[in-house]
């Protein structure tokens, strides 16, 4: 992990600062397949209305898969007892859910957007030899059903091959399915709960110290991205 990095985001109308959560929890669940007509109405989607092209994350419609989703309510459960054996029990409570789909996924951190937020992801695919890598981790973890993550948005991560050692768009071709769909949590960094279980300090650096206006990853000041193919870090 690169030193002295803080993310900086707001909790309602108050300005916060926190470190970067240095912990990844991974486990896996079993939970049955999509059934066939769903996993058909995804590839639909896709090929008819939505532009994914390597490298991308977007939603796809919940509602409507869950009527087509006999199973989706154990799959949710099945998420929610496991964050409890993990030391989260109720986190999973009330929290609005979303259903992703990525064709790999560039090296990014979501902390501009999700800077008070950690992830919990379900995945839901089979296994296609992808992992969600941690470059700052040195930690791959192989995708499949039933793979379920909680991580630090701000945490820098990719979907990339598995024994890929960076993000290339060759590796996603159009012509394969390659894509892995996800369901997604939004977890509070201000409950404590998820704070402590992600070893996540709040207001890490004194209050009343300038905050930008939006949500930023910074390291002494500057501000920080990450280089999409490679994960390195980029100071503006």
Do not use: K
């Not at 979303?98 to 999700?114: I, K």
């Not at 979907?159 to 769909?181: E, K, L």
């Amino acid at each position: 992990m690169p030193d002295a990095l803080v993310c900086h985001y707001w909790h309602g109308e108050t300005p916060r600062s926190r470190s970067i959560g240095d912990t990844i929890i991974t486990g896996m669940v079993d939970i049955p397949p999509p059934p066939s007509r769903l996993r058909a109405d995804w590839a639909r989607e896709l090929a008819h209305h939505m532009d994914l092209e390597a490298g991308d994350v977007d939603s796809l419609p919940l509602a409507r898969a869950r009527t087509r989703w006999p199973e989706y309510a154990s799959c949710v459960r099945a998420a929610a007892d496991w964050t409890a054996r993990v030391g989260l029990p109720g986190v999973l409570t009330g929290r609005d859910v979303a259903l992703m789909v990525c064709r790999g996924a560039r090296y990014h951190h979501d902390g501009e957007q999700y800077g008070g937020m950690a992830f919990c992801n379900l995945f839901l695919s089979e296994d296609s030899e992808q992992d969600v890598h941690f470059p700052w981790l040195d930690l791959r973890v192989p995708l499949g059903r039933g793979t379920l993550l909680v991580f630090d948005t701000c945490q820098p991560h990719a979907v990339i091959p598995r024994g890929a050692s960076r993000f290339a768009d060759r590796d996603f071709p159009a012509d394969r399915d390659n894509t892995q769909v996800f369901l997604t949590w939004e977890l509070p960094i201000e409950d404590p709960r998820v704070a402590q279980a992600l070893h996540i300090a709040v207001d890490a650096v004194p209050p009343g110290a300038p905050l930008p206006d939006d949500g930023q990853l910074r390291q002494r000041g500057r501000r920080v991205s990450v280089h999409p193919e490679t994960a390195q870090l980029v100071l503006s």
